[in-house]
């Protein structure tokens, strides 16, 4: 019998200006799964811990499941895997918090192969665990929860997974209410297509963003790091974003916009500019009657990796 | 007396992935403007040569005119300027020519200001002159055209310019076939909006596209070099696109597709490999019964630049 564990960090997904294919890493918190090899075939779900919202424990419908399943599978695994999910992420957040069960899962998993699959492989697996949960597959909080720090993915069939640097001396505050709003909602809203001039402007923001941590240049990334697209449509989720937004900025953030679907609300500044950043975005919820939690994110953290147990 | 002779390069625009937003320059074709300072207020256009396809007299319906109006204006000149006009670059090509004019007439009337604007305020008096002809304000011909290299603009009213680094080894190979369309027409034929799924996919294309320049890594920008959103709108105005297209990437191309309007096509390869996709695009074409005309071209060309007479 062999038993591994793998933590998977939660993430920020999008990054204003890359919906669906921006991420990066939030390594303070994250999900672990203790994978342990059974005889018998398939995937059961012993336990689920830490976070005490009820979630699905038919592996084919649970996150970690599938992705458990999806590795077998990919694997040829001639065995199964009982799995222990303990959530950190809190669930609705959007904080990536079902992409961290479906990478800590697939990386536990994974270990147990004789012959463990590259990390696109492994990726690949995540992706179809994640899908359990949005309904689609989507890597903008995979891909970080997997492999640490900024990464922007080009390619659903066939993911090319890249590592854009981290600019220097810049940290990432990510202010979390109490408060919950799922991904299928805030999906949901968006249009099904985008005006041809936000394309555009959009398209330059992000190619902006790119460039500016290319070039270590704070101006440019402040001046690109507005998302013009699907902030607009989502922040009536948010009580209290508009202000949160502008509190953030005056205080001088490079942005300020959604994690993921939301409510979570981050924002990227000078480290020594943070905790005021974050007070004033937490001062905003507060407004509207709500808590929140605030932590402050190095934009390099690691990704997934496997717990001595 | 004072005159002053500046050049112009013609310029890709779009570069596939970055619509309104992304160009580079080249240099083997551009447009000359001579400028004469003049006791009289405003701008004369006293000639056009080259290219004998009529164009606007009046000044301020001239792209190389209008660009000297709003850089006297900008640099708040008591004298005027007369400008001989001499076109290199063929109209309706999709090779940036009116930005070609209008860049040339700000370079060479900027150099007759007794305290010449800063290359930003060249740039917006530019695309003042540019707009004349597009009837928007648009920086993808302008910026490559005036700085040179690959360019990404961000921004319009306070446009900021990003040298974008070449792949090295790579080189743009330019096919335009003897045919015009109007760059009217090519806009006026776009959807005002953009799926929401392939906005997406054209944003991993973009972000991959200028990572690819910075990593240079040949893989990704292959991965990445293709427009899911303008191409397949426009392809239908040049007989032979997807010929072409095909017969480019068989022989090595990383990426092609139309240049800025279109028709002129370009790919981006090789060096090496360029001769044969030249002639692979203009068999498309020949089979259409189009004439066309080939040009082998660096990725880190000179923008436009004062000329010694």
New interface residues.
């Given amino acids: 019998m062999k038993t591994i564990t793998a933590f998977a960090p939660a993430s920020i997904g999008n990054l204003a200006v890359?919906?669906?294919?921006?991420g990066c890493a939030v390594p303070a918190l994250g999900d672990k799964v203790t994978a342990t090899r059974t005889e018998a075939p398939g995937v059961v779900i012993a336990a689920i811990g830490g976070l005490d919202l009820p979630l699905p424990t038919d592996p084919a419908r649970n996150t970690a499941g599938k992705a458990a399943l999806a590795i077998l599978d990919a694997g040829k695994a001639d065995f199964g895997a009982s799995l222990v999910i303990h959530k950190g992420v809190p669930l609705g957040s959007g904080l990536g918090g079902s992409a961290a069960s479906a990478v800590a899962a697939a990386v536990a998993v994974n270990a147990l192969l004789p012959r463990p699959l590259d990390p696109i492989a492994v990726l690949k697996c995540a992706m179809q665990g994640e899908a359990v949960a949005s309904g689609s597959l989507h890597v903008d909080n995979i891909a970080p929860s997997l492999f640490g720090g900024i990464v922007?993915?080009?390619?659903i069939d066939?993911p090319?997974v890249?590592s854009?640097p981290a600019p220097s001396g810049i940290a990432a505050i990510v202010v979390h209410p109490r408060l919950v709003v799922a991904t299928e909602k805030a999906r949901g809203i968006?249009?099904?297509?985008?005006?041809?001039s936000d394309?555009?402007w959009?398209?330059?923001?992000?190619?902006?963003f790119?460039?500016a941590c290319?070039?270590n240049?704070l101006?440019?990334l402040r001046?690109?790091f507005e998302d013009v697209?699907i902030e607009p449509q989502r922040q009536a989720l948010i009580p209290g974003f508009a202000k949160a937004r502008a509190g953030a900025m005056q205080r001088g953030a490079l942005g300020c916009s959604i994690s993921g679907a939301g409510p979570t609300i981050f924002a990227w500044a000078p480290a020594a500019a943070c905790p005021a950043i974050g007070a004033a975005i937490a001062a905003a919820f507060a407004a509207e009657g709500l808590d929140s939690t605030q932590l402050l994110v190095p934009l390099d953290g690691p990704g997934a990796y496997l717990v001595d147990t």
């Fill in positions: 890359g919906f669906d294919i921006l922007l993915t080009v390619g066939e090319r890249i854009i968006l249009k099904r297509s985008v005006d041809l394309f555009v959009q398209s330059a923001n992000l190619a902006g790119i460039a290319y070039r240049d101006d440019l001046a690109s697209v």
